[in-house]
């Protein structure tokens, strides 16, 4: 390796091993820095390919083993591994939309990996923990409505009708957060690595973003599966066809929020208002449905083409 590769390794290593204490160790302020960990892997895998990116993470691990033990472990596994695959795809260029969706899935396998070693090896469910909060939080409120002489049926029937829907939405939820997590680490790292004179592959305007038209034939069959197989509530096939047609909502709402930008772009209104409807789509159920309508139809009839 060269003199100027290993002073710069060292060099992150020390800026990583800064944040770590941070995030480690500041009571209040340490969460704000989760989403700057991955900048060190991020910025030397970008600049020096996936080999000396690969060195660079394993030394990470050793040193995160013993400045904070291994109950510090699976941070680098975590964020350090999500940095390594964004500057991977960066060093070699790729489009935006590879970038973030291999970056996602690295995030994705790797909270499921480190939850697997976490509940096997060291009884650390943290699903289970979340749960027991949870229906620990619905007996308060319950109990605080009793106290108050209110009829409890109908909320229980609604707080036990809301955590089994969680519960079985949690692996939508998770991917969704992971993707969530890419985007504010690109959000905060891109403009750095622009500064220190690594090129970013500018992404397309978010108003020309579309989904595949495949997307309808998914839902369609989908929809038709759900109502000809029988699947009982609770278990794994009716998951599936749940988490499956959420995330499709989600993706035909993200359709019709990309079209309101991009009408607005061409008829010249200010962007202001497409994002004040998006606002008003992503809080109101209403308005969430016939989003959901509008980006059907824009995607099967490609509705944005016809605007002038």
Avoid at 218 to 245: C, D, M, P, R, W
């Amino acid at each position: 390796m060269k003199a100027k590769e290993l002073t710069e390794g060292a060099i992150s290593l020390a800026i990583y091993i800064i944040i770590l204490l941070m995030f480690l160790y500041l009571p209040f302020f340490g969460g704000l820095f989760t989403f700057v960990l991955p900048f060190p892997f991020l910025y030397y895998t970008a600049k020096y390919n996936w080999k000396a990116g690969l060195l660079f993470f394993t030394a990470s691990v050793i040193l995160t083993f013993i400045v904070g033990s291994w109950i510090a472990l699976p941070i680098p596994f975590l964020f350090g591994f999500v940095g390594f695959v964004l500057g991977w795809n960066i060093y070699h260029q790729r489009e935006a939309l590879i970038t973030f969706s291999t970056s996602t899935l690295a995030l994705l396998c790797s909270v499921v990996v480190v939850y697997i070693i976490s509940a096997t090896l060291f009884d650390m469910n943290f699903i289970k923990k979340a749960q027991t909060i949870f229906k620990e939080v619905m007996d308060q409120t319950i109990s605080m409505f009793n106290y108050m002489g209110e009829n409890t049926d109908q909320i229980k029937e609604q707080l036990t009708e809301a955590y089994d829907l969680i519960i079985s939405l949690l692996p939508s939820l998770l991917i969704l957060s992971s993707a969530l997590i890419v985007l504010i680490i690109q959000f905060i790292s891109y403009p750095i690595l622009k500064r220190f004179g690594i090129h970013v592959k500018a992404a397309k305007p978010f108003r020309e973003i579309t989904l595949p038209k495949s997307l309808i034939w998914y839902f369609l069959i989908t929809t038709f599966l759900s109502f000809i197989v029988e699947a009982e509530k609770g278990t794994f096939l009716y998951n599936v066809f749940i988490n499956l047609l959420y995330l499709i909502d989600i993706l035909f709402v993200l359709q019709a929020i990309t079209f309101i930008f991009d009408y607005c772009y061409k008829k010249r209104i200010h962007k202001a208002w497409a994002i004040v409807v998006s606002v008003f789509i992503m809080l109101n159920p209403v308005f969430n449905q016939l989003a959901k309508i509008l980006g059907i139809i824009d995607l099967g009839f490609e509705l944005r083409k016809r605007i002038q």
